[in-house]
């Protein structure tokens, strides 16, 4: 969204990124923007995987930026995490071709990585450094929310009017609803979707155990679960799902097409999002959220800071963390009256419309580039 929104106001935009599944071409033009791929490692969640991936990164990273330079130039490098690192690729071009630098602030690297491994220490140490020598380099940062730019001015020492607040928003023609397909559904009354990644700190493990304590205790048999995704956690995932027994109760879908999405999605009683609280998900906006909004879903999620910021009345919150009550909340609002549902939903999309959707981000995001 934001390159698109650049390229249709002037500005000539190359993109560097990780090849992926059926995106594995190493250039073309998409809608008129450059994109350049590279190769990574296998995905492996552990401190050495993940320095493996991010030095092999940065190696492409920084080649791909040099072979932009010669080819076309560029007077900004916008940078995105995570990682913290790729400052190392920009500060080359902001000291020697005096290049300006963006800092698109995603993610809570520290918080992220005690999420993930559970404790501070010394890699904790180093990523805070790492955050630190990233907003130094910034010379503008663009933050996704309320919480993470006042992270940026107090944790970053950034001026706060060099922060931006341009939301992760979905485009609102996109992001759509379009007829439901009853196949998803596999015979049961009731779909509940989850879009997202599958690492440690996602929750998908919570949804899991949720659906266990439905089927298996609530003995509950009208309702079916269609995760759309993928991530680190995959494969445990659905080994954890095979031993509780609940294989013909979810499916995974992997990364699928945005038609497939769509479609799933579109399919959904409910959509959820199970990210537990913690110092990471209190203050992050997660993308599906404003997508469930985006396609009219009503949504059930743990009472997180940001979480409820977004959503408002479109979701339903469950104790953060108390896996029993997320459950109870699933089947409260399947068993809830259809027109409340609709109402949620309603909400959802109506306030994504007038207030959150990309058209509202997009003149924040010129206003950053034309600083």
Request: aromatic share 12%.
């Amino acid at each position: 969204m934001e390159s698109k929104t650049l390229k249709s106001n002037g500005y000539q935009v190359s993109i560097i990124c990780p090849k992926d599944k059926g995106f594995d071409k190493e250039f073309e033009v998409i809608d008129g923007i450059y994109i350049y791929r590279h190769d990574l490692p296998p995905e492996k969640s552990s401190v050495l995987g993940y320095l493996k991936e991010y030095s092999y990164a940065l190696f492409h990273e920084f080649r791909l930026a040099r072979k932009i330079r010669r080819e076309r130039g560029f007077d900004i490098i916008q940078i995105c995490n995570p990682p913290d690192v790729l400052f190392l690729v920009a500060v080359w071009f902001k000291l020697f071709y005096r290049s300006k630098v963006i800092f698109d602030h995603h993610d809570l690297n520290p918080e992220l990585y005690e999420s993930k491994f559970g404790k501070k220490g010394f890699f904790h140490y180093v990523l805070r450094i790492a955050e630190k020598l990233t907003f130094r380099t910034a010379d503008q940062v663009i933050s996704t929310n309320e919480s993470y730019k006042e992270i940026a001015i107090s944790r970053g020492g950034k001026n706060p009017k060099c922060v931006q607040v341009v939301r992760s928003s979905p485009s609102l023609d996109f992001f759509t609803a379009k007829k439901p397909n009853p196949d998803h559904k596999k015979g049961r009354k009731f779909l509940i979707g989850y879009l997202g990644v599958m690492g440690e700190s996602d929750g998908v493990d919570h949804l899991i155990k949720a659906v266990d304590i439905i089927v298996n205790e609530m003995k509950r048999v009208d309702i079916h679960f269609c995760l759309v995704g993928s991530g680190p956690c995959f494969d445990d995932l659905i080994k954890l799902t095979r031993d509780f027994g609940l294989a013909k109760f979810i499916d995974f879908t992997g990364r699928v097409s945005d038609d497939d999405l769509l479609s799933y999605l579109s399919s959904c009683d409910i959509c959820v999002n199970p990210d537990p609280l913690n110092s990471l998900n209190d203050k992050s906006t997660m993308n599906k959220i404003l997508e469930y909004m985006a396609l009219g879903k009503p949504i059930i999620q743990y009472e997180t800071l940001e979480g409820k910021r977004s959503a408002l009345e479109a979701s339903l919150y469950a104790i953060p963390n108390d896996i029993k009550d997320f459950a109870c909340k699933i089947t409260e609002l399947c068993d809830a009256d259809k027109h409340i549902k609709i109402q949620m939903g309603s909400f959802g999309r109506k306030r994504m419309e007038n207030n959150l959707g990309w058209k509202f981000q997009e003149q924040k995001l010129l206003e950053v580039y034309q600083r």
